[in-house]
Nanobody, 127 residues
Framework: QVTLVESGGGSVQAGGSLTLSCASS?????????MTWFRQAPGGDRRFVAG????????WYTDSVRGRFTISRDGGQNTVNLQMNDLRPEDTAVYYC???????????????????WGQGTQVTVSS
């Protein structure tokens, strides 16, 4: 059973930066993961933000964050970080880490493709 724990949320002013982390545990040795970040604004659906494929080191981003957010693996650790720069009020949401085993050719951007989820961390950006 894969467990995901997020950390690093908080409140910043527009233009500021935050780094979110997602630590995974419970992996069987040799398992490859695709790890992603989704976010859910108040009253909205949970939407894909960024994805990372471990073995292939491939990354994907939704258009609204490309160039501002960077997803990366923390060295050899089972942790994926989301560095968020130039934050905007519209980035305000609860951010969730999600994962599935295997390496994709193309990233899945719908929530039903990911069986493993963290508890979420709040990001608030004020203008």
């Amino acid at each position: 059973q894969v467990t995901l724990v997020e950390s690093g949320g908080g409140s910043v002013q527009a233009g500021g930066s935050l780094t979110l982390s997602c630590a995974s545990s419970g992996l069987t040795a040799g398992t490859s993961l695709t790890m992603t970040w989704f976010r859910q604004a108040p009253g909205g659906d949970r939407r894909f933000v960024a994805g990372f494929s471990w073995n292939g080191d491939r990354t994907w981003y939704t258009d609204s964050v490309r160039g501002r957010f960077t997803i990366s693996r923390d060295g050899g650790q089972n942790t994926v970080n989301l560095q968020m720069n130039d934050l905007r009020p519209e980035d305000t949401a609860v951010y969730y880490c999600a994962a599935k085993t295997g390496l994709p050719i193309a990233i899945s951007t719908t929530t039903d493709r990911y069986p493993y989820w963290g508890q979420g961390t709040q990001v608030t950006v004020s203008s």
